[in-house]
């Protein structure tokens, strides 16, 4: 809503706020430009003293809360998890109950690094029984779902994940990045970008190009070391090889066209996944990625750009 119209204006209180997450930054930047208000919380206890302030000014509030791992997931015990899930359902109900609305977007079925289950659960279905929009990206969301909480269809919206047009720099030609990135012009090159965590199957990459017996391969892993892992154990994992070109830390915004320029290929083994945002991200830059059949990905199987293949280590690798 416009604040040029007389209307309140809107504020959408985010929780949680990953500054470098470029889907977060593509959904806000577009609510901000139609008018709105984006107001990041950094604990979700800061709930009620945001939404006061909103209501002093005159506006309304929105809570949009995305994934739940921080509030599930933080705690070292099981007993501090549930504490932390009640404390947070708690606030939720409160907000609600002052005239607040939620707006909750499905990101994962579970955290990807899942050490409390039950309070997972637990908060899982007090969203989805409160919130007022349930937002989802992927089509098979509500029957991965449904073991653990009924999403109402009357209640969920099915939004495209956003592509990344414009958000990054697209100049330089696959010269230039081969030359940067030290690959010959002949070069076969399979790209693995992202955070480097366990889930993704990044090993089952790397084994497959151990095996391999053509110069002319290359692989570039370009990513910091995620939850999951230790650095020591990703050094280990990635250790210097000949056809290996590697990038260690999480890559700036003005290289990214580099890593996807120079590739010939997107590689996502993940075993599991819901919403995969490299694959858009691959998507922008017009470079064809492979990823394994896991459930929720059958929807991409009419994606001529995407090859979707058998989730098993031995045809995945030979898929390469």
Same mark, same amino acid.
């Given at each position: ?33 139609? @008018? ?63 005239? @607040? ?220």
């Amino acid at each position: 809503m416009s604040p040029h119209d007389g209307a309140p204006v809107t504020t959408v209180l985010a929780y949680p706020d990953y500054p470098d997450n470029p889907w977060q930054r593509v959904v806000y930047s577009a609510f901000s430009a139609a @008018g709105g208000r984006v107001l990041p919380l950094e604990r979700i206890g800061e709930l009620a003293a945001a939404a006061a302030a909103v209501r002093r000014d005159g506006g309304r509030c929105v809570l949009h809360l995305n994934w739940t791992a921080p509030i599930s997931q933080a705690s070292p015990s099981i007993a501090d998890s549930a504490r932390a899930v009640d404390e947070a359902v708690t606030a939720i109900r409160a907000f609600l109950a002052d005239g @607040g609305r939620l707006v909750w977007s499905v990101h994962n079925v579970l955290p990807h690094e899942l050490h409390h289950f039950a309070p997972e659960v637990i908060l899982c279905r007090a969203l989805a029984e409160a919130a007022h929009a349930i937002v989802i990206m992927n089509p098979a969301t509500p029957t991965l779902m449904a073991p653990l909480c009924a999403l109402d269809p009357a209640r969920t919206v099915t939004i495209d994940h956003p592509r990344y047009l414009g958000e990054f720099d697209d100049t330089v030609t696959r010269a230039e990045a081969r030359e940067r990135l030290g690959l010959d012009p002949d070069d076969v090159a399979t790209l693995f970008f992202g955070l480097i965590r366990p889930y993704k199957g990044v090993e089952s990459v790397v084994d497959a190009f151990d095996r391999f017996d053509d110069p002319r391969r290359r692989l570039l892993v370009a990513g910091a070391t995620g939850p999951g892992y230790s650095p020591d154990e990703v050094d280990r994992m990635l250790h210097p090889r000949p056809w290996l070109t590697r990038h260690r830390d999480r890559v700036p915004d003005d290289e990214v066209q580099l890593w996807f320029a120079a590739s010939d290929l997107v590689v996502l083994p993940y075993r599991r996944g819901l919403n995969m945002s490299v694959l858009l991200l691959a998507a922008t830059f017009g470079t064809p990625s492979i990823v394994r059949g896991i459930p929720g990905t059958e929807y991409l199987a009419d994606e001529r750009w995407i090859a979707r293949v058998d989730d098993d280590d031995a045809r995945f690798a030979a898929s390469l």
